[in-house]
């Protein structure tokens, strides 16, 4: 079991982990978001450095952006694949060093052309990512190109060995049934948990529809092994601005203590 720095947006990363590690969680999830953001410049120019500077937190997953928001430098444009590719090297680097097992990514925005550039993008930076020995994911989301399961195991059929940042909250928002997303389970190489509803990318634990009992299950019979992320959020993405964060993850936490899931 792990937790997000980012769902700490006032915080520092030295903050965001000494909360998380009182709370009992014992890895956590890093990137590029809000006050536990980590230095992009440093970590391009320094990875190793970079990698150093985080004093042995053990680190589940690295959240990567290759530009300021979701459309710049999107993977699915192709005017960026170069620039990406090369940024992505040293990422892996860093990833390495921080003993990172994962890495995920966006898969772009809808457009002409735009999710066989999307494949395009991701077959090269999986190259890279196997060349460090790093897992890359890709994490279908609401607003992004894979706005459903079946775009997404297409486009897991178009880039051979490419894994899931898996969220169901975000194919739940968007209005499928927890039976739909089920299919994608195979595929997860990182996974993210909060409660959702249709409409609502995130829930508080008694007004979403998400069973995270049955999620645990289809996950274990799919043979996952990796880290499950508790991450609430308060930003505004999504309207996401209305839970207690601290009290949400606690009860997150404490089911999946219940279910068997060492924090």
Do not use: K, M, Q, Y
């Given at each position: 079991m792990t937790i997000t720095s980012w769902s700490f947006p006032a915080c520092t990363l030295a903050e965001a982990r000494g909360v998380s590690e009182a709370l009992g969680f014992r890895a956590m999830d890093i990137g590029l978001l809000h006050g536990a953001a980590l230095d992009r410049q440093k970590i391009?120019?320094?990875?190793e450095a970079a990698a150093g500077d985080l004093d042995g937190l053990t680190v589940s997953n690295l959240y990567w952006l290759f530009g300021r928001d979701i459309a710049e430098n999107a993977v699915s444009d192709p005017a960026a694949r170069a620039r990406n590719t090369a940024e992505f090297e040293t990422v892996c680097?860093?990833?390495?060093?921080?003993?990172?097992?994962?890495?995920?990514?966006?898969?772009?925005?809808?457009?002409p052309g735009a999710f066989?550039?999307?494949?395009?993008?991701?077959?090269?930076?999986?190259?890279?990512?196997?060349?460090?020995?790093?897992?890359?994911t890709v994490e279908p989301h609401v607003g992004g190109l894979l706005a459903s399961p079946a775009d997404t195991l297409r486009m897991l059929d178009q880039v051979p060995g490419l894994k899931l940042a898996l969220d169901y909250a975000h194919f739940v928002c968007m209005g499928f049934r927890q039976a739909e997303i089920d299919v994608l389970a195979p595929h997860a190489g990182h996974v993210h948990l909060r409660q959702a509803r249709p409409g609502s990318l995130q829930a508080k634990w008694g007004e979403g529809v998400l069973d995270f009992t049955a999620m645990i299950g289809t996950l274990r019979d799919a043979g996952y092994r990796g880290w499950l992320a508790v991450e609430y959020v308060h930003q505004g993405y999504m309207n996401t601005l209305f839970d207690d964060v601290l009290t949400e993850t606690v009860r997150m936490r404490d089911h999946?203590?219940?279910?068997?899931?060492?924090?």
């Open positions: 391009l120019a320094e990875p680097r860093f990833a390495r060093a921080a003993g990172c097992p994962t890495i995920f990514v966006l898969p772009g925005i809808s457009g066989e550039a999307a494949a395009a993008g991701l077959r090269d930076l999986l190259a890279v990512a196997r060349r460090h020995g790093v897992t890359l999946l203590r219940a279910l068997g899931v060492a924090a």
